[in-house]
């Protein structure tokens, strides 16, 4: 059970720092007043971040107690955002450390450790 409780405890900090992210961009946004084309496609970019910040917050809570289906969630959606991110602003446009490395960092010791605790659940469920 500890290695959910590091995964989701990882899982939950990568969503406060989207959800920190989101607000603090958005806010951004609307004080520019402008949202042309492409501002408003970044002002979409930075709500996706907040409202899958939200939904990674709520999965944490299920992870910390080793939901099956939180973790698959999880697994996909945060990787899926954390891929995303690694292949365009980080090695397209050449975004440094340390932003590039706290959110994959949160994002890999999450999946790590929600992966051995899923595992080892899943070996206890095949002994019994």
């Known amino acids: 059970?500890?290695?959910?409780?590091?995964?989701a405890i990882a899982y939950a900090l990568w969503s406060v720092l989207h959800i920190v992210l989101g607000?603090?961009?958005?806010?951004?946004?609307?004080?520019?007043g402008n949202l042309s084309d492409a501002a408003g496609r970044l002002a979409q970019g930075h709500w996706t971040l907040l409202y899958l910040g939200i939904l990674g917050l709520?999965?944490?809570?299920?992870?910390?107690?080793?939901?099956?289906?939180a973790?698959?969630?999880?697994a996909f959606i945060?990787?899926?955002?954390d891929i995303g991110f690694l292949l365009f602003p980080v090695w397209h446009g050449g975004l440094e450390p340390p932003a590039s490395i706290i959110g994959p960092g949160l994002w890999l010791i999450g999946l790590v450790f929600t992966t051995i605790a899923y595992r080892s659940h899943k070996n206890t469920d095949k002994q019994i």
């Open 1 to 7: 059970m500890w290695a959910a409780k590091v995964g």
């Open 23 to 32: 607000i603090t961009r958005l806010s951004d946004r609307a004080a520019d």
């Open 58 to 69: 709520f999965l944490s809570w299920f992870n910390l107690k080793n939901d099956k289906t």
């Open 71 to 74: 973790y698959w969630l999880s």
């Open 78 to 81: 945060i990787s899926a955002e």
